[in-house]
């Protein structure tokens, strides 16, 4: 490039005390970066040329700042001043409602300690290291002063009327009353869908009128209030308002499950009363999610035939109960109760038609249905380290079997197991098994009287064939007397814990309980006399 004479061209490079680029270092990424600095003396005359330049301006967003930090103030610190300090909440906002609900509430805890004191041994068991001043307090609060405890010897006063404390309990009761009173209809001037407010306003009431109608707003309001909830639920049940009381007690049960014994205590005795069974079934057919376990608690009510009159109505009124629900009220019969005929009639009555016209001696020998778990069906108690179900045979798709899975060492079978109800007489049980079972000791079927527990007849021990199904036969007579109730058992014989550890699987099928030739050559049915 040619420059012009006397033209002397800029040098390259940086410019005289400019900083030179740092080239990027081996461990450049391990520094740390420079954070910008915070200039508060820039900020500080920029709010300066902002006030000089927009006087008004500045001061209206000054104003509406301060009415911000006062409307967070009076808003939102109560909320969180409530639980912990009420009354300087009220301070900072007078007539908040939340503040007002927890000062309530703390009215209702020592109204509640004034109607139940502690008992007297409740009181000597106390730290003797508490204050003196927490002391005086109590002994007010019961009634009495400081000195009440000082014993017979104690000093007796001058002044007759200073022995005395200032308030009675029956004074500070009323006070309470009171205060809640008042603070609730405050609540609810503010906030009139507070239903803990109505719920805390019922309580304090002193009429049963006012307290029905405090309660009964608290209730349509929320059905969450346990206390408006069960104070209903008493009072109808007391004027034998069945419906109404069902409907509180309905709500109980759905939210309040930790009251369910209470609640129900109240519906166990609707059972004997025909138009309050009535009200209980209609409850029942819409299936609320108490119905199975309310249902299932009758098994400790088996004294009378109040249940079996449910279960009925029930049936009747197109809503039957299921296998489940039924099953622990058979089992208490059978079982607590030693009443297996009255057991078997419950449920025979509370069978179909259906049902019926396949109910054999036997039921579900051929396990063509899934057991219904009752006593009188196949019932399959869990066990350890095995599983238990019913299957299709791969060869007859048509038919079933019962197979049992083991596990590796150690296991405990739970048994399969049907009552059943035999005339006197000799019989044959025949069936057939499958299976690669590996253990010291095998599976074994057996016949018992019941509850006695007499052996009847049983099988060999039975390990499976792997080759195909293998029959199997064991002979067993009823005694004509001492065994109208019979047991038919599926078990592992084992006789000690080294003789539980099994392997493989085993299965049973075709399972049948014939009269012997001799017994069944005059046509006499082996069904239960009277069935």
Same mark, same amino acid.
């Given at each position: 490039?040619?420059?012009?004479?006397?033209?002397?061209?800029?040098?390259?490079?940086?410019?005289?005390?400019?900083?030179?680029?740092?080239?990027?270092?081996?461990?450049?990424?391990?520094? !740390?970066?420079?954070?910008?600095?915070?200039?508060?003396?820039?900020?500080?005359?920029?709010?300066?040329?902002?006030?000089?330049?927009?006087?008004?301006?500045?001061?209206?967003?000054?104003?509406?700042?301060?009415?911000?930090?006062?409307?967070?103030?009076?808003?939102?610190?109560?909320?969180?001043?409530?639980?912990?300090?009420?009354?300087?909440?009220?301070?900072?906002?007078?007539?908040?409602?939340?503040?007002?609900?927890?000062?309530?509430?703390?009215?209702?805890?020592?109204?509640?300690?004034?109607?139940?004191?502690?008992?007297?041994?409740?009181?000597?068991?106390?730290?003797?290291?508490?204050?003196?001043?927490?002391?005086?307090?109590?002994?007010?609060?019961?009634?009495?002063?400081?000195?009440?405890?000082?014993?017979?010897?104690?000093?007796?006063?001058?002044?007759?009327?200073?022995?005395?404390?200032?308030?009675?309990?029956?004074?500070?009761?009323?006070?309470?009353?009171?205060?809640?009173?008042?603070?609730?209809?405050?609540?609810?001037?503010?906030?009139?869908?507070?239903?803990?407010?109505?719920?805390?306003?019922?309580?304090?009431?002193?009429?049963?009128?006012?307290? !029905?109608?405090?309660?009964?707003?608290?209730?349509?309001?929320?059905?969450?209030?346990?206390?408006?909830?069960?104070?209903?639920?008493?009072?109808?049940?007391?004027?034998?308002?069945?419906?109404?009381?069902?409907? @509180?007690?309905?709500?109980?049960?759905?939210?309040?499950?930790?009251?369910?014994?209470?609640?129900?205590?109240?519906?166990?005795?609707?059972?004997?009363?025909?138009?309050?069974?009535?009200?209980?079934?209609?409850?029942?057919?819409?299936?609320?999610?108490?119905?199975?376990?309310?249902?299932?608690?009758?098994?400790? @009510?088996?004294?009378?035939?109040?249940?079996?009159?449910?279960?009925?109505?029930?049936?009747?009124?197109?809503?039957?109960?299921?296998?489940?629900?039924?099953?622990?009220?058979?089992?208490?019969?059978?079982?607590?109760?030693?009443?297996?005929?009255?057991?078997?009639?419950?449920?025979?009555?509370?069978?179909?038609?259906?049902?019926?016209?396949?109910?054999?001696?036997?039921?579900?020998?051929?396990?063509?249905?899934?057991?219904?778990?009752?006593?009188?069906?196949?019932?399959?108690?869990?066990?350890?380290?095995?599983?238990?179900?019913?299957?299709?045979?791969?060869?007859?798709?048509?038919?079933?079997?019962? !197979?049992?899975?083991?596990?590796?060492?150690?296991?405990?079978?739970?048994?399969?197991?049907?009552?059943?109800?035999?005339?006197?007489?000799?019989?044959?049980?025949?069936?057939?098994?499958?299976?690669?079972?590996?253990? @010291?000791?095998?599976?074994?079927?057996?016949?018992?009287?019941?509850?006695?527990?007499?052996?009847?007849?049983?099988?060999?021990?039975?390990?499976?064939?792997?080759?195909?199904?293998?029959?199997?036969?064991?002979?067993?007579?009823?005694?004509?007397?001492?065994?109208?109730?019979?047991?038919?058992?599926?078990?592992?014989?084992?006789?000690?814990?080294?003789?539980?550890?099994?392997?493989?699987?085993?299965?049973?099928?075709?399972?049948?309980?014939?009269?012997?030739?001799?017994?069944?050559?005059?046509?006499?049915?082996?069904?239960?006399?009277?069935?």
């Amino acid at each position: 490039m040619n420059f012009p004479s006397g033209f002397i061209p800029p040098a390259r490079g940086p410019r005289p005390g400019a900083r030179r680029p740092q080239k990027p270092g081996r461990f450049s990424w391990l520094r !740390r970066p420079r954070l910008p600095r915070l200039r508060v003396g820039g900020v500080w005359q920029g709010l300066r040329t902002a006030l000089t330049a927009h006087p008004r301006r500045a001061i209206g967003f000054a104003v509406l700042a301060i009415a911000c930090v006062l409307l967070v103030a009076m808003n939102s610190l109560p909320v969180a001043l409530a639980p912990v300090a009420p009354r300087l909440a009220l301070a900072v906002s007078p007539g908040h409602p939340s503040s007002l609900l927890q000062i309530a509430r703390d009215d209702r805890r020592e109204m509640t300690a004034l109607l139940h004191p502690p008992p007297a041994d409740a009181k000597a068991a106390a730290p003797a290291g508490r204050s003196g001043a927490a002391s005086g307090s109590s002994a007010t609060q019961a009634g009495g002063d400081a000195d009440a405890d000082a014993g017979p010897d104690a000093e007796t006063p001058e002044d007759p009327d200073a022995a005395e404390p200032a308030t009675t309990p029956g004074a500070d009761l009323q006070h309470l009353r009171a205060d809640i009173r008042d603070r609730a209809r405050a609540v609810l001037r503010s906030a009139p869908l507070t239903a803990e407010a109505y719920r805390l306003l019922g309580e304090a009431e002193e009429t049963p009128d006012e307290v !029905r109608t405090a309660m009964l707003n608290a209730f349509a309001l929320s059905r969450r209030e346990p206390v408006a909830t069960f104070t209903l639920l008493i009072e109808a049940y007391e004027r034998r308002a069945f419906a109404d009381a069902l409907e @509180k007690a309905d709500a109980l049960l759905r939210n309040t499950p930790a009251l369910n014994s209470y609640t129900s205590s109240y519906l166990t005795p609707m059972l004997s009363d025909p138009d309050a069974r009535a009200a209980l079934v209609d409850v029942l057919k819409q299936k609320p999610p108490w119905r199975t376990a309310f249902l299932q608690s009758l098994g400790d @009510k088996v004294s009378s035939d109040d249940g079996v009159e449910l279960f009925l109505a029930m049936k009747q009124a197109g809503s039957p109960a299921s296998s489940a629900e039924l099953t622990p009220y058979l089992l208490a019969r059978l079982q607590n109760a030693k009443d297996p005929q009255g057991s078997y009639n419950v449920w025979l009555q509370l069978l179909s038609d259906e049902e019926l016209a396949r109910l054999l001696p036997v039921n579900n020998a051929d396990f063509a249905a899934d057991p219904s778990g009752t006593p009188f069906d196949w019932r399959i108690t869990r066990g350890r380290n095995v599983n238990v179900r019913i299957v299709r045979l791969k060869d007859e798709p048509e038919a079933r079997a019962i !197979r049992t899975d083991f596990g590796v060492g150690r296991v405990r079978f739970g048994g399969v197991s049907q009552v059943v109800f035999l005339r006197p007489g000799s019989y044959m049980f025949e069936g057939q098994q499958f299976g690669t079972m590996s253990a @010291k000791r095998g599976m074994v079927w057996e016949v018992r009287c019941f509850p006695k527990s007499n052996l009847l007849g049983q099988s060999s021990q039975l390990f499976g064939s792997r080759r195909g199904w293998q029959g199997f036969e064991f002979p067993f007579t009823v005694p004509p007397t001492g065994c109208q109730t019979q047991i038919i058992r599926l078990l592992h014989d084992s006789r000690s814990a080294s003789e539980e550890y099994a392997s493989g699987d085993i299965q049973f099928s075709k399972i049948r309980v014939n009269p012997a030739a001799a017994d069944g050559a005059n046509g006499e049915s082996y069904l239960p006399a009277g069935r």
